[in-house]
T-cell receptor, first 112, second 112 residues
Framework: QKEVEQNSGPLSVPEGAIASLNCTYS??????FFWYRQYSGKSPELIMF????GDKEDGRFTAQLNKASQYVSLLIRDSQPSDSATYLC????????????FGGGTRLMVKP | EAGVTQSPTHLIKTRGQQATLRCSPI?????VYWYQQALGLGLQFLLW???????NRGNFPPRFSGRQFPNYSSELNVNALELEDSALYLC???????????FGDGTRLSIL
């Protein structure tokens, strides 16, 4: 079992819709949770981080964390074609210490 | 605020040679991390430096090594290069434990 799992996609949504990206992790000691966006050929860009159970909103983005279910999600409201990218879920803490353990990423396609 | 800077952008080497990659963290960040992203593979943790000390290393052979300087900049050295070392090498920095990591643009290393 991979430590951090994501559906590879592609996830296709129409412009203006809500995109929902999901991630599960195996290490119950994980403490910090991050979402990065990576455009093809570019480096990852941090878009959200969350430490506590519940929701955290920033603009069009909402991160959701459920530690009991070992589940993290990212919602993107009013999706735009420019949101088309690979979204990487990453966790640290627990057995991983301060290093980030990444999922394989979900490719999101927003169609005009 | 300047972001994480990496040099060179591209590096072409032949098998058996040695490569040196450089990274300058965001001002105020003391932790530097190195990751490898090989084509078709996810981001893999290589090394973590904090306050000049190596704190953790990933599952890579000893020919991958590095150091952190008093000004918190860092070098990644790869000896005896092999074809499978061809990848995007990403440096990230953070303020401390479990804090968000911000990535540089990466160095693309190609082994011929």
């Amino acid at each position: 079992q991979k430590e951090v799992e994501q559906n590879s996609g592609p996830l296709s949504v129409p412009e203006g819709a809500i995109a929902s990206l999901n991630c599960t992790y195996s290490d119950r000691g994980s403490q910090s949770f991050f979402w990065y966006r990576q455009y093809s050929g570019k480096s990852p860009e941090l878009i959200m981080f969350i430490y506590s159970n519940g929701d955290k909103e920033d603009g069009r983005f909402t991160a959701q964390l459920n530690k009991a279910s070992q589940y993290v999600s990212l919602l993107i409201r009013d999706s735009q074609p420019s949101d088309s990218a690979t979204y990487l879920c990453a966790v640290n803490g627990g057995n991983a210490g301060n290093m980030l353990t990444f999922g394989g990423g979900t490719r999101l396609m927003v169609k005009p | 605020e300047a972001g994480v800077t990496q040099s060179p952008t591209h590096l072409i080497k032949t098998r058996g040679q040695q490569a040196t990659l450089r990274c300058s963290p965001i001002s105020g960040h003391t932790s530097v991390y190195w990751y490898q992203q090989a084509l078709g593979l996810g981001l893999q943790f290589l090394l973590w430096y904090d306050e000049g000390e190596e704190r953790n290393r990933g599952n890579f052979p000893p020919r991958f090594s590095g150091r952190q300087f008093p000004n918190y900049s860092s070098e990644l050295n790869v000896n005896a290069l092999e074809l499978e070392d061809s990848a995007l090498y990403l440096c990230a920095s953070s303020r401390g434990n479990n804090q968000p990591q911000h990535f540089g643009d990466g160095t693309r290393l190609s082994i011929l």
